[in-house]
């Protein structure tokens, strides 16, 4: 099977796509698989061209689950239930980086071009366009979809976090990395509540190191 890309691995499962034709459920220590049919979408919601998924486990129900948006078209398969469902078209947000980057707390997260957007595994809601830290150095979501900085998000002593990465002076000579953590998780679920977060690391570096992206954050503490 030619697999075009991994969209996650939780509890040991792998979920990934096959050639943009379906998707795969696979255990390595069983190695037992499954293969799931993509959705459905209307006719000029093509498939495969502007798509997004993520892959999360929704602990309430011990469910694993499937998220593909199209545009403002989303659906969920649920392995318990083994069936896609059609969720409400209330979005126009899309991943930046193509598929949900974390699963984490029960949510599927990412950035996306108007905000941070979060997937709630447990109730089966999209939500998009929240609010994401303001900088030190007045990063915009324009910067994003420029490329002048990148946002990645990460876990944080068990909360959800968001590391940002900006080059900045005038020949981008140093840049400055911002770690901020969510304060509350129930902005995550929509209904109004804004998010908040606090700066928890402000790192001022020079480029001369050839510091390109943020590959990862470790919390290592030494006794």
């Given at each position: 099977?030619?697999?075009?890309?991994i969209i996650?691995s939780?509890?040991?499962i792998?979920?990934?796509?096959?050639?943009?034709?379906?998707?795969?459920?696979w255990?390595p220590?069983t190695?037992?698989?499954?293969i799931?049919?993509p959705p459905?979408f209307?006719?000029?919601?093509?498939?495969?061209?502007?798509?997004a998924?993520?892959?999360?486990?929704?602990?309430?129900?011990?469910?694993?689950?499937?998220?593909?948006t199209?545009?403002?078209?989303s659906?969920?398969?649920?392995?318990?239930r083994?069936?896609?469902?059609?969720?409400?078209?209330?979005?126009?947000?899309?991943?930046?980086?193509?598929?949900?980057?974390?699963?984490?707390?029960?949510?599927l997260?990412?950035?996306g071009?108007?905000?941070m957007?979060?997937?709630?595994?447990?109730?089966?809601v999209?939500?998009?366009?929240i609010?994401?830290?303001?900088t030190?150095?007045?990063?915009?979501?324009?910067d994003?979809?420029?490329s002048?900085a990148?946002?990645?998000?990460?876990?944080?002593?068990?909360?959800?976090?968001?590391i940002i990465?900006?080059?900045?002076?005038e020949?981008?000579?140093?840049a400055?990395i911002n770690?901020?953590?969510?304060?509350?998780e129930?902005?995550?679920?929509?209904?109004?509540?804004?998010?908040?977060?606090?700066?928890?690391l402000?790192i001022?570096v020079?480029?001369?190191?050839?510091?390109?992206?943020v590959?990862a954050?470790?919390?290592?503490?030494?006794?």
């Open positions: 099977m030619p697999i075009e890309q996650g939780v509890h040991g792998v979920c990934f796509l096959i050639y943009y034709a379906c998707i795969s459920l255990n220590t190695k037992l698989y499954r799931i049919h459905t209307p006719d000029d919601h093509k498939w495969g061209v502007r798509q998924l993520g892959f999360g486990l929704d602990s309430i129900h011990d469910d694993f689950k499937v998220v593909a199209v545009d403002s078209h659906r969920v398969y649920s392995v318990n083994n069936v896609w469902r059609m969720l409400p078209s209330n979005h126009t947000d899309l991943p930046y980086k193509r598929n949900f980057e974390l699963c984490a707390n029960n949510f997260l990412s950035i071009l108007s905000g957007m979060a997937f709630d595994l447990n109730n089966e999209l939500n998009c366009g609010k994401l830290p303001v030190t150095f007045n990063c915009t979501v324009t994003f979809k420029n002048q990148q946002a990645y998000i990460t876990e944080f002593n068990a909360s959800i976090a968001v990465f900006k080059k900045m002076g020949n981008q000579s140093s400055l770690l901020w953590a969510l304060d509350d129930a902005s995550l679920r929509g209904g109004g509540i804004e998010a908040s977060w606090t700066l928890m402000n001022d020079s480029l001369q190191l050839q510091i390109q992206t590959v954050y470790s919390d290592i503490v030494i006794y």
